[in-house]
């Protein structure tokens, strides 16, 4: 049981490189979202998709594209990366029933990416 | 907007000390209110999950509690261990399922 898998773990960019940072998981959750975490800080959603083909915007999404063409896979991509977008990636699903109460949340290990 | 703070931002106590950990948050329409843990250079572990209409959860020598209508969950440690100390965030669920995290207690147990 693989959970929610995110690669890479650890990744350098340059200045205005581009990159994409996967994500998958395996538990047939309708919800996945992706955060950043800063040092000293908490997490701060970037961008979240409630099911296939439905993506939306979190509290930080300047810099980053995301697409959901499956239910398991769930993509970040930096176009242009910058140094403020030096940070710890996280992934993470859950599942939400029609009535609205969601289900315990799984996150993925993070991916530390560093721009210079 | 939501807000989550956390008090205090670090702990420090001996092994075998009971010790509470607080959230709070100013939007009290929430569905669910999450405790996780997170290790150094590590990914967050679900601790805890406490639905809006329930109390308390406890799981082994944890026990959180909501009290939704104060914006206020606590996190009971009991017979707190070296292995215990981590990071401790805790993160409500509002409109539209979205997750709003505090910035964590960090948590030292001593021998």
């Known amino acids: 049981n693989a959970g929610v898998t995110q690669t890479p773990k650890f990744r350098i960019l340059k200045i205005g490189q581009s990159m994409t940072l996967q994500c998958a998981q395996d538990m047939n959750h309708n919800y996945m979202y992706w955060y950043r975490q800063d040092p000293g800080m908490g997490l701060k959603l970037i961008y979240y998709s409630v099911g296939a083909g439905i993506t939306d915007k979190g509290e930080v999404p300047n810099g980053y594209n995301v697409s959901r063409s499956t239910t398991e896979d769930f993509p970040l991509r930096l176009e242009l990366a910058a140094p403020s977008q030096t940070s710890v990636y996280f992934c993470?699903?859950?599942?939400?029933?029609?009535?609205?109460?969601?289900?315990?949340?799984?996150f993925g290990e993070g991916s530390w990416l560093t721009v210079v | 907007k939501q807000e989550v703070t956390q008090i205090p931002a670090a702990l420090s106590v001996p092994e075998g000390e009971n010790l509470v950990l607080n959230c709070s948050f100013t939007?009290?329409?929430?569905?669910?209110l999450q405790w996780f843990r997170q290790d150094p250079g590590k990914g967050l572990t679900s601790l805890l999950l406490i639905q809006s209409s329930q109390r308390e959860q406890t799981s082994g020598r944890l026990n959180a509690s909501l009290d939704k209508s104060s914006g206020r969950s606590t996190l009971y440690i009991a017979a707190s261990q070296p292995g215990d100390s981590a990071t401790y965030l805790c993160?409500?669920?509002?409109?539209?399922?979205?997750?709003?995290f505090g910035t964590g207690t960090r948590l030292q147990v001593t021998l």
């Open positions: 939007d009290s329409a929430i569905y669910n």
């Open positions: 993160a409500v669920t509002g409109t539209a399922s979205k997750l709003t």
């Open positions: 993470a699903s859950s599942y939400f029933g029609q009535e609205g109460s969601g289900n315990t949340i799984y």
